[in-house]
């Protein structure tokens, strides 16, 4: 079974700092894809960030980086200048030629000024 | 572009009744998803359907049923409502396939007493 493991249920860092959010998968596929998700309080899911596991280079978006490591089977994801705008419920999910998404728990992240 | 809508956005039953929320996209996409949001759980999927006219089981389909009559809709049915169905339910949807991005709506919160 494919499994979607978010270690840290909360994390905080101060405005401008960096953090960075765990995220480990099991799956015996090769080829799928990996999503970081942003969850604020207004609740709507918006996408963050999106990683094809063929594709050895980490994916960007702005301040947003991932460190994929496919072996180990980990997709950190690592906010850079960290804005109060970024204080939200951070979901991991992967993928794999099915029709669904497999969630983590989720991790929520305060970023104090 | 409206982009995912839902409808009720909040709503309380009492057990045994029954209700239907529903979830309209504008995006012409083909796939359509319901999950349900507990604390500590992430996201689970329900139900999802990958065309007009189709549905499928997920990953907690129990007490809930889906109708796909239009492409644009996506109707999520309790036809008893239990107090284990409080949650909140999104909707999502993606142009064609596991490997896009999903579109959320903006949740429904349910209470049933």
């Known amino acids: 079974a494919q499994t979607v493991t978010q270690s840290q249920p909360e994390m905080s860092v101060q405005e401008a700092e960096t953090v960075t959010l765990s995220c480990t998968y099991d799956t015996s596929e090769s080829n799928y894809y990996l999503f970081w998700y942003k969850q604020p309080p207004s609740r709507q899911m918006i996408l963050v960030i999106r990683?094809?596991?063929?594709?050895?280079q980490n994916a960007t978006e702005n301040r947003f980086s991932v460190n994929f490591q496919k072996a180990a089977k980990s997709f950190s994801l690592k906010i850079s200048d960290s804005q109060l705008g970024d204080t939200a419920m951070y979901f991991c999910a992967f993928t794999y030629n099915t029709d669904k998404l497999i969630f983590g728990t989720g991790t929520r992240l305060q970023v104090f000024p | 572009n409206a982009g995912v809508t839902q409808t009720p956005k909040f709503r309380v039953l009492k057990t045994g009744q029954s209700m239907t929320l529903l979830c309209a996209q504008d995006?012409?996409?083909?796939?359509m998803y319901w999950y349900r949001q507990d604390p500590g759980m992430g996201l689970r999927l329900i139900h999802y359907?990958?065309?007009?006219?189709?549905?499928a089981k997920g990953e907690v389909p129990d007490g809930y049923n889906v109708s796909r009559l239009k492409k644009q809709n996506f109707l999520l049915g309790l036809e008893s409502a239990a107090p284990s169905q409080t949650s909140v339910y999104f909707c999502?949807?993606?142009?064609?396939?596991?490997?896009?991005?999903?579109?959320f709506g903006p949740g429904t919160r349910l209470t049933v007493l």
């Open positions: 990683q094809e596991a063929y594709k050895q």
């Open positions: 995006m012409n996409h083909e796939y």
């Open positions: 359907s990958v065309g007009e006219g189709t549905t």
């Open positions: 999502a949807s993606t142009l064609d396939g596991y490997y896009n991005e999903q579109f």
